[in-house]
């Protein structure tokens, strides 16, 4: 439980404080099940599947979402991609050219290019030789304009899940709001700090249907949060942010029970062959252990291993230039049949 007293108006950026919302034809009329004439919204009126504005509310996708997930979709907020969602947390909390935030190299690229493209400076705090936050840095590093903290967990390119008890300790003592990417999180052993967002009213979860859940293309990005966050996002977000054939696509998806799970599963199983095969490639020399669909792996010289790969036809991650990476490459977990080529080819140019 955080026992600092914390209270997010102080967070909030005041502009948005008093922000008046865009109010869309769909947001001032809702529900009454009887209408049935529809003349409120300049829409051409013959049926198309899509000649109609979206749920601005995406009420059904979060009433799946809020079952599958086990917490009230008051708490979910849904957007273009993560990276949509994302970009909302900075402009919700952080004041250009004023306000910073903190992230944990090696991680995902996106945070530095929002905070660039928001004006916000960046904070960094290298993660340690074992890709954990370094608590007691990080708490120091921050100060009264440090607004976001972004924890990625499992992280991204590293793989790896941060210690629990880290976060929390993050949680409790961090004056700002803690972000915690769990893109990843349906390949990890570990639980979703979505079950913690009564304890920590700072705290912001975002998940994504592109990695699990096998929808990359349909970009539907998902934070979790109090339901004083969720509302302050609700006002800023673009009203239609959720186009109709994403908010049907991902309802039909999740539908298949057992689907999602089942993929899972067989990646899991994957990464396990995966990570054995590799050991008996020559030129790599380390393994980085995975709570991810990827394995982060060090080799003797990332760029040539790369190109060489590149030439068979096979395309992975170069993450040579990310603190702590130095010679690293990132491969995603494929189908069995990709996994035996990645292998084959390794090891043709291991011999080589
Ligand atoms: C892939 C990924 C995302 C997903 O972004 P979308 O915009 O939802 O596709 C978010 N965070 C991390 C760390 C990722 O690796």
Redesign the pocket.
């Known amino acids: 439980m955080k026992t600092t007293s914390f209270n997010i108006d102080d967070l909030i950026r005041p502009t948005i404080k008093t922000l008046k919302p865009y109010s869309s034809a769909r947001d001032e009329f809702q529900g009454n099940s009887n209408a049935m004439v529809f003349l409120d919204a300049n829409e051409n009126p013959f049926n198309n599947g899509v000649n109609r504005y979206p749920d601005p509310q995406q009420g059904s996708l979060k009433a799946i979402l809020s079952e599958i997930k086990n917490i009230d979709a008051k708490n979910i907020l849904l957007g273009n991609?993560?990276?949509e969602v994302l970009d909302l947390i900075f402009r919700a909390f952080c004041e250009p050219n004023k306000d910073n935030i903190i992230i944990l190299p090696p991680t995902?690229g996106?945070y530095s290019v929002l905070a660039n493209i928001n004006a916000i400076s960046i904070k960094e705090v290298q993660l340690s030789n074992n890709f954990q936050p370094q608590v007691e840095t990080i708490l120091n590093i921050a100060d009264n304009n440090s607004k976001i903290l972004f924890l990625?967990s499992p992280n991204?390119p590293t793989g790896n899940s941060f210690s629990s008890q880290s976060i929390e300790e993050l949680l409790n003592k961090f004056k700002g709001i803690v972000v915690i990417?769990e893109?990843?999180i349906d390949f990890s052993e570990e639980i979703s700090w979505v079950d913690r967002l009564e304890a920590f009213p700072n705290l912001i979860v975002?998940q994504?249907l592109?990695?699990a859940y096998g929808m990359?293309g349909i970009?539907l990005?998902i934070c979790y949060a109090s339901t004083n966050i969720i509302s302050v996002l609700n006002r800023i977000k673009p009203p239609y942010n959720v186009n109709e054939l994403t908010q049907q696509r991902a309802v039909q998806q999740l539908n298949k029970k057992d689907l999602a799970t089942n993929q899972i599963n067989d990646i899991l199983k994957e990464r396990a062959f995966l990570i054995s095969k590799l050991e008996s490639v020559s030129f790599i020399t380390k393994i980085y252990p995975s709570d991810a669909n990827f394995v982060l792996v060090k080799v003797d010289d990332a760029t040539k291993r790369y190109d060489q790969l590149i030439d068979k036809g096979i395309v992975i991650r170069n993450r040579t230039t990310q603190p702590g990476c130095e010679n690293c490459l990132r491969l995603t977990v494929g189908t069995k049949e990709e996994n035996e080529i990645l292998i084959k080819e390794l090891l043709s140019i291991s011999k080589s």
């Open positions: 991609g993560s990276d995902y996106m990625c991204n990417d893109a990843y975002t994504t592109s990695k990359a970009r990005g």
